[in-house]
C-alpha cells in the first residue's frame, strides 16, 4: 500500500504527531509512506495522488476547484483535522465561525471516504451525513518512549517547576496566565520553565527557558512538577479553544506529571479534577491550584497525581492504540 501524507508545513504539531509520527508505524505494516506540503507545484501533488493508494490530508481546508482535482485523483481520501479550522480571527477576543471556511470544511469532509477528528467536540462538528464514516483519534505521544527517556530525572526539592511546551501560536494563553503564576510565587517558591522556539518577557519569578527539540522534550518535561495548559481564560465558550485536542497535557500525562489546565476543550475528558491535576477557569483558581500543587508537593502527595494521569490515558491516548484505530480503519475501506 502506498500512502500519501500532505499537510501545510512541517512545523505544525499536527504534521508531526498526527501524520509523520505514525509513518513508521504504517511502514511496519509494510506500507509505503511519502510526506507532500501543499507548497509545493499543485501538478506534482495531484500526480503523487494519482499513483497513491491512500492519501491523507491533514486540516487544509481546499477550494471547490481543488478538492474537486484531489478527489478525483484519489484511489482512497482521508482528511485528518485536530483545531476547528472553520473559526476565523482566531487571534482575537471573540473568534467567530466562517460561512466560507465551513463550506469548505463540509464539502471535504463529504468527498472524504474516512474523516478523523481530534476530539469529540471537533466530531460533533463534522457535518451529520459524514458522521458514519467518521472516527475519533486523540491528539497523542508514546508513552513507553516518554517513560524511558524521563527515568530518573527529577525537579528541584526546593520549589515546584511548572512546565508548559507549545508553539508561538498558543504563547499568548500562556501570557494570559502570567499575572496568576506571579501572584503564586509572592505566596510559594516556583519556576516557570518553558519549552519552545520563542519566550515570553521575563516576570517577577525564575523562568527557565528551553528552545524545543523533539530531542529533548520529553526530558526537558520530566524535570518539572505540574504541566500547565492554559487557554482562553476570558471566555470558557470560544469557539476556536473549544476544539483544542489537550495535546500538551497527554504529554505531560506521558511524563507522570499532573496537569493544571483551563476547563476548555478536551481537558475536561482527560482531567480528573484534584485526582490527576486541576481544572480551572478564573486567575484565582490558576492561582490556588499552583500553591495547592506546591502544598502537595511538600507533602510527597504530586507525585501520585501523575502517576494517576498516566494511568488514566496510557491506554486511549497512546501513540500506537490510535495508530490501531486508524489502520482498522483504513484496512476497512480497502475491502
Known sequence: MRLL?????????????RLTYYAPLFEQKGAQTKVLYFYEPWRNLIDEIRASDVTMISRKLLTWLKLRS????????VYD?????????????????SFVRYSRFSRLCRAADLVIAGS?????????????KSIIVPSTADFADYRRRCEGIASPAEKLVLGWIGTPSTMRYLIDVLPAIEA??????????VICSEFPAPREFEQINVPW??????????????????????DKFNVWTSGKCALKAVQYAACAKPAIAQN?????????HESSGFLVDTMED?????????????????????????????KEYDRRNAFEKIWSAILDLRK
Open 5 to 17: 501524507f500532505i499537510a501545510s508545513s512541517p512545523e505544525k504539531p499536527s504534521t508531526r504527531y
Open 264 to 272: 476548555q476543550g478536551a481537558h475536561p475528558h482527560i482531567i480528573e
Open 70 to 77: 484531489v478527489r478525483k485523483a484519489a484511489k482512497t481520501l
Open 184 to 193: 503564586a510565587a509572592r505566596k510559594v517558591p516556583l519556576a516557570l520553565k
Open 213 to 234: 527539540s523533539s530531542r529533548v522534550e520529553a526530558e526537558e518535561l520530566a524535570g518539572i512538577d505540574v504541566g500547565i495548559s492554559p487557554l482562553d481564560a476570558r
Open 286 to 314: 490558576w492561582m490556588n491550584a499552583i500553591v495547592r500543587a506546591y502544598e502537595l508537593k511538600k507533602s510527597n502527595a504530586l507525585a501520585k497525581l501523575g502517576e494517576n494521569y498516566r494511568a488514566n490515558l496510557e
Open 81 to 97: 483535522f485536530d483545531d476547528a479550522i472553520w473559526v476565523k480571527d482566531r487571534a482575537r477576543i471573540a473568534p467567530r465561525k
Open 120 to 132: 469529540n467536540s471537533l466530531f460533533d462538528a463534522v457535518p451529520e451525513n459524514s458522521r458514519q
